[in-house]
């Protein structure tokens, strides 16, 4: 079964750091783009990072570029998401989500998603 797990998420305090990881099980990322999405309650889930399983293609919404960086770890099968300099808007319920392909990934329509993580931003 394929399964995808947050953790990392919490409250932290504005221009404050945090480190999500999504560890996956019933499946290899290697072959898998990865993608974080957010969302804000009322509001629609967002893209905020992706990256390909192909060649390492990243993309990054603009609302986070140079505060967020995602990366993986194929041999832990895991994805992480370092966010830096964190503001309360950032603040919302972050889920990784999983895709063979890019393109879909970045989109916002992978198949595979997670549970989500709680990250709150605030004094």
């Known amino acids: 079964q394929l399964q995808l797990v947050e953790s990392g998420g919490g409250l932290v305090q504005p221009g404050g750091s945090l480190t999500l990881s999504c560890e996956a099980s019933?499946?290899?990322?290697?072959?898998?783009?990865i993608g974080w999405f957010r969302q804000a309650p009322g509001k629609a889930h967002k893209g905020v990072s992706c990256?390909?399983?192909?060649?390492?293609?990243?993309y990054c919404d603009d609302s986070v570029k140079g505060r967020f960086t995602i990366s993986r770890d194929n041999a832990k099968n895991t994805v992480y998401l370092q966010m830096n300099s964190l503001q309360p808007e950032d603040t919302a319920v972050y889920y990784c989500?999983?895709?063979?392909?890019?393109?879909?990934?970045?989109?916002?329509?992978?198949?595979?998603w997670g549970q989500g993580t709680q990250v709150t931003v605030s004094s």
């Open positions: 989500a999983a895709d063979r392909y890019f393109a879909t990934t970045v989109a916002g329509v992978p198949d595979y």
């Open positions: 990256v390909s399983g192909s060649d390492g293609s990243t």
């Open positions: 019933g499946f290899a990322l290697d072959y898998y783009a």
